[in-house]
């Protein structure tokens, strides 16, 4: 899969680009299947909401579940990554976002980038976000709101977010989020939210501002999110865990475009349980980045 160029100056211009039903109901079946599975797991990997008990979010399925790791090669995904930045690419971080009928909690205003800077020491933003619908997004259910054209002012301040939610985030103030937002256009699309079917596919810059309001529809709204780095840009540090942050900076590489409607073989290292060194975080620059 390839980007035109007018979606490619589209892309340089909103931040962001969204292809409506990408995946086929049969190839999102395979992955809605295996999520119950996986929120009902006892794993460090599932992050629950603060109040309620409900998974918030699960980490880095791409290590122990067969589906979600032939989507983590799907070339549908890997493709228009490797086009804009111009060189393979990692798996930085792996998370399925779960938004559940009337508990669903927010996301504040946040650039991940932010995150990813200052916790993880990613040298540039020359990382990518992909959401992949695994339910229907509309209006009612939290969908993800996006600033049209905010990447372009690159790395915003922030501040870091300990208490409001379940999982901490660089988080973006008001005033900033409203000069901003005039910025943009106001009500007039300083403020957009691509909705659509289950298999719809969101793509965008890693320093574009977002968030989603909580879910008090009686509808699940249910996305995968996978981070895409340049094998070149990545991360200088382990101050995270590494189902948050991954340490394998070895390239994707993809399967073919079938891969979720034909059960190619993929590794799962993780299968049997998280490994005790992903566990282990240093807050030390790793040696090649200093030498």
């Not at 490619?8 to 079946?29: T, V, Y």
């Not at 650039?111 to 619908?133: C, E, H, K, S």
């Not at 939210?193 to 574009?208: E, N, Q, T, V």
Request: hydrophobic share 40%; net charge negative.
């Amino acid at each position: 899969m390839q980007l035109s160029q007018a979606q490619l100056e589209q892309f340089d211009r909103d931040g962001f680009l969204f292809f409506p039903a990408l995946f086929s109901p049969e190839e999102i079946a395979r992955l809605t299947d295996e999520v119950p599975r996986l929120y009902a797991q006892d794993r460090p990997e599932n992050v629950r909401e603060k109040h309620g008990g409900a998974v918030r979010t699960n980490f880095a399925a791409h290590l122990y579940s067969g589906p979600f790791a032939r989507l983590a090669r799907h070339p549908r995904m890997v493709r228009p990554v490797e086009q804009l930045f111009g060189e393979q690419v990692y798996m930085h971080q792996f998370k399925i976002n779960g938004k559940n009928a009337f508990d669903g909690d927010v996301w504040q205003w946040h650039q991940d980038y932010g995150t990813w800077l200052n916790d993880d020491l990613m040298p540039t933003p020359r990382a990518m976000n992909v959401a992949i619908f695994l339910d229907e997004v509309n209006e009612f259910n939290g969908p993800l709101m996006f600033i049209p054209g905010s990447h372009r002012m690159g790395v915003l301040e922030a501040g870091h977010d300990l208490t409001t939610t379940s999982y901490p985030l660089w988080t973006i103030n008001n005033d900033n989020i409203r000069t901003l937002v005039d910025k943009a256009g106001g009500r007039d699309g300083g403020i957009v939210a691509p909705k659509g079917p289950a298999g719809s596919m969101l793509l965008f810059h890693s320093c574009l501002v977002h968030a989603s309001t909580s879910n008090l529809s009686p509808w699940n709204r249910v996305s995968v999110y996978l981070s895409l780095c340049a094998v070149s840009n990545h991360i200088r540090r382990h101050k995270r865990v590494e189902w948050i942050a991954h340490r394998d900076f070895a390239p994707i590489e993809c399967l073919p475009d079938d891969c979720l409607r034909k059960d190619y073989p993929v590794e799962l290292p993780w299968q049997h349980g998280t490994p005790p060194a992903a566990a282990r975080t240093s807050l030390e620059p790793l040696e090649e980045a200093v030498q």
